[in-house]
């Protein structure tokens, strides 16, 4: 394998990128998989990332099998499992990242450009054959759909696993609630990579080069040098044009591509897989969701051979019946395990939408709708309210999107919800499940903030809400209002005797106990470091007051699930 460093990219306005390229060590012309972004090129995933490395190691021997594992990344392809197989791997920082200089903001349309750049600079080169695919979790799929969008010559195909898609609606504000992720993760995960952190940041222990480098800049030519993507989404409750160039135009995007999610990803790592499937214009996509931390299985034999499938059949033009495969490939959760499973479509056409309605007068979830009508009430910062099925008499699968409609008053102009979706076993255990970061995740969320109720009606359906986000209408205190609530898609097979649960409360969902968190985040208490605790955005004048949740009558409060027969 032939490595060079810190290759100049230049940019139509002057400022160089830095890429590192790792090719196959003979002549000839190959595919190249690229990754442009924040997280330093020459940072190893061990160094890096080490409780998530031995995470994966550990249950996954495999990840570190047929590699040294020295040239292996966070979140990108490790160049020794793809080198060997006729490709070159191309990583760049992306502008103010790592190596490269310049002004750092996240997802902006000059990235974009930069990274359309780079695609077309990787296929002129005389190592390639002029096929490029797109391959990376994270922030390394979030930047596809936006760059797909703008319809590179020489992109031919790309992989998005766990990747949002939409600024506004997957990442910085669930149903309108501001989500501080953005605010964390940017301060422990990105700061410390920005270009002139230097010598204070870490050190590439194969090359012996800094690696956000070569410089050391002050603190005040660093904040000088990045955006705040977290105060921009603070300060703009509606969606705008800053959300919207951050997102993907579903029109645009043609290329072919295979979208991964995750079933534990709510908050980030789900959504934009899903409507990526559904929306996009391309006539040839995949749809794959797994389980597992977000980062697992793109690096296991599992996740890998999927991938070489897929690009061998459009980088490498080889005949090896991808062209055959299902569009749908779905890790069907169980209490103890996952079943894979082809299907044709999303959501699947035999799904039995099964509405179950809320009983406020017993607590429960029912086949038919309470005759008379009831309520339950709750103290939106602290407090909720739970509804339960009775038990399962057999054997039943929930997978696909999942929507309450609800009827709702508050005593204050607005009311922040969430829902929450668990799983109990017959003695009143809650069964858990791996979530993309936090280890005890529960089955499903949403979220919706009541002034931001207005519904598109083109798009929405009835499994799938779709709000507009462009004008509040706040509540008249104690009238009530029916609002629709999208939660994220799930599966799980829920056994004979276990009880499904739907709490609505106005706060995160966290349990009185916390587990030990990774990267930048210290614990978990269920919902990972998605939150939504700002104190400007939820403050109590607007967010505090009593709630109510109307049942029966003229208030049908009702939760719709996908039902998949188990024929």
Not at 416 to 421: A, N, S, T, Y
Request: charged share 25%; with cysteine; glycine share 10%.
């Amino acid at each position: 394998m032939v490595i060079e460093y810190d290759v100049p990219v230049r940019m139509d306005d002057g400022v160089v990128l830095r890429a590192d390229v790792y090719r196959p060590a003979r002549e000839g012309r190959f595919p190249v998989l690229l990754t442009h972004g924040p997280y330093g090129k020459n940072l190893p995933f061990q160094v890096g990332y080490r409780h998530q490395w031995r995470i994966m190691v550990q249950n996954f021997p495999e990840v570190a099998e047929g590699s040294t594992c020295r040239y292996q990344n966070w979140e990108v392809p490790d160049p020794e499992k793809w080198v060997p197989e006729g490709y070159v791997c191309v990583r760049v920082d992306s502008r103010g990242a790592g190596r490269s200089p310049g002004v750092l903001d996240i997802f902006s349309p000059r990235e974009m450009q930069d990274m359309y750049a780079c695609i077309e600079w990787a296929a002129a080169q005389p190592w390639s054959n002029g096929k490029v695919g797109l391959s990376g979790i994270s922030y390394y799929a979030i930047n596809q759909w936006l760059v797909a969008g703008m319809q590179p010559p020489h992109l031919v195909a790309m992989c998005a696993w766990e990747g949002a898609a939409d600024s506004y609606r997957d990442w910085h504000r669930h149903g309108g609630i501001l989500s501080t992720f953005t605010d964390s993760w940017y301060r422990g995960q990105v700061h410390p990579l920005q270009h002139g952190y230097g010598a204070r940041g870490y050190v590439d222990p194969v090359t012996g080069l800094l690696v956000a480098g070569p410089e050391t800049l002050p603190d005040d030519e660093l904040a000088r040098n990045r955006t705040d993507p977290f105060q921009e989404a603070r300060r703009r409750e509606l969606l705008d044009d800053w959300y919207q160039v951050r997102s993907a135009d579903w029109s645009r995007v043609t290329v072919p591509f295979l979208s991964a999610g995750n079933w534990g990803g709510h908050g980030l790592h789900l959504r934009g897989n899903v409507e990526a499937f559904v929306q996009a214009a391309s006539a040839e996509k995949w749809l794959e969701i797994h389980g597992l931390e977000h980062w697992t299985h793109y690096y296991t034999n599992y996740g890998l051979e999927l991938q070489k499938r897929f690009f061998d059949y459009y980088l490498k033009g080889e005949r090896n019946g991808w062209d055959r495969e299902a569009r749908v490939l779905l890790n069907v959760r169980h209490v103890d395990g996952f079943e894979f499973r082809r299907e044709g479509e999303w959501p699947l056409a035999r799904t039995r939408w099964t509405r179950l309605y809320l009983n406020a007068a017993s607590g429960t979830l029912d086949s038919e709708p309470p005759a008379r009508q009831g309520l339950r009430e709750y103290e939106a910062m602290r407090g909720g309210v739970t509804f339960r099925t009775a038990p399962f008499q057999e054997e039943t699968e929930i997978t696909g999107p999942l929507a309450a409609k609800l009827f709702v008053s508050s005593t204050t102009r607005d009311a922040d919800l969430f829902l929450v979706v668990q799983l109990f076993d017959p003695e009143g255990r809650e069964v858990t499940f791996q979530g993309a970061l936090d280890p005890r995740g529960p089955i499903a969320q949403g979220w919706l903030r009541a002034s931001h109720r207005k519904l598109d009606p083109e798009r929405s359906t009835p499994y799938r809400p779709y709000h507009t986000h462009d004008e509040l209408q706040p509540l008249s205190p104690h009238e009530v209002y029916e609002v629709d609530v999208e939660i994220w898609p799930t599966s799980i097979v829920v056994p004979p005797g276990y009880t499904l649960t739907l709490t609505i409360q106005g706060h995160d969902f966290e349990r009185p106990d916390q587990v030990a968190g990774v990267g930048p985040w210290r614990a978990f208490r269920g919902s990972g470091p998605f939150l939504h605790n700002d104190p400007w955005d939820r403050r109590p004048e607007l967010y505090g007051g009593r709630v109510r949740v109307y049942t029966g009558g003229p208030t049908p409060s009702s939760l719709l699930v996908p039902v998949v027969p188990r024929d």
